[in-house]
């Protein structure tokens, strides 16, 4: 079948297999590029693998340190003519692109805050692997059903305390407009922290040790955002932030209970970029766009991939973290440079709908976006007849 783009708000509901792979060839390209990583991990657990910084995660880690890797995610196969996600597109490619280099590769697909699937994934370590040496943390998912109380949780991306008014960009037509979101109540606070907070972390690596599935001097990483002070009231000060706040407090408790095996824990926090996370999010999208005209033009612009290279490359591996006054490595130093904030500064001050394709990426942003799944790259035909039932090759 000939498969388009089919965009409905912040999401696209078909992908392209062929688009995909080559997304995925393209990310592993880079990391190629730049050699191998000298003292990187060897076998790698990575929570959240099919997309975004968790698939860049698993892509740096195998071919730039040769590693072993075990992905668990939650996405869609195909059905009659329905595609299925890019994020199952993505690993199916990566399975492929891990065995021609000859790098193990394992994958599960279901609810990664579930203790079955916590289970399965512990019994797959130990009989193949015996211990990681890496787990990285990369769930974003909008519910979590609690393993113990059966509850489902469901987050929300508010304020608290007053309601938020600022500029918006409409993804749709390119509109630069201003919204209002009001704020949180208490139980819309607590059930986000509950469904992207530390405590899932922490489970998970209990089991694993527990399971005696760590290795010695083990690093565990979860990924996080800051940003500048113009999105804070939705971001760092808002109902997300609360969870990313939780998340720290995992980061120490980790810490502490990974001390015994010479381990760490870190979180590490990361540059906006277009992600199927961040496009949900209001007024972030309009900042983005700002933000990669700037760092385009700076030379400082990197996408997942060189974030995570750059992550494993020049922090983890390399002796030198060189952790912030609150212990979080800042991948998003070059985002957050002086200059390049008060250029943000200024052209937020001043853009509306007739200068934003001025002073803003919008073709870049959009290019992002559709490339998520799978459209938008050079060298596919997205006129060809293609072959949508693609499978995962570990998943039966």
Known sequence: MVVAPKIRGFICTTAHPEGCAKHVAEQIAV???RGSIANGPKKVLVLGSSTG??????????FGSSAATVGVFFERASEGDRTATAGWYNSA????????????????????????????????????????????????????????SGEVLKSVLKPIGESYTNKNLNTGNGVVNEITIDPAIEDEIAQTVAVMGGEDWEMWMEALASANALAPGVQTLAYSYIGPVLTWPIYKNGTIGQAKLDLERAQKALDQKLASLGGKAWISVNKALVTQASSAIPVVPLYISLLYKIMKAGGSHEECIEQMDRLFRDRLSSGNPQPDDAGRIRLDDWEMAENVQDLISQRWAAVNTENFAELADFAGYQANFLKLFGFALDGVDYSADVNVAISVPSIP
Request: include cysteine; charge should be positive.
């Open 31 to 33: 990391v190629k590029s």
């Open 53 to 62: 910084y968790g698939l860049a995660s698993r892509i740096a880690a195998a």
């Open 93 to 148: 490619a990566f399975e492929r692109e891990a065995a021609a280099a000859g790098l193990y590769a394992r994958s599960f697909n279901g609810d990664a805050f579930s203790d079955d699937m916590k289970s399965q994934v512990i019994a797959a370590i130990k009989q193949d692997l015996g211990q990681v040496d890496c787990v990285i943390y990369s769930l974003a998912s909008p519910r979590r059903t609690h393993p113990k």
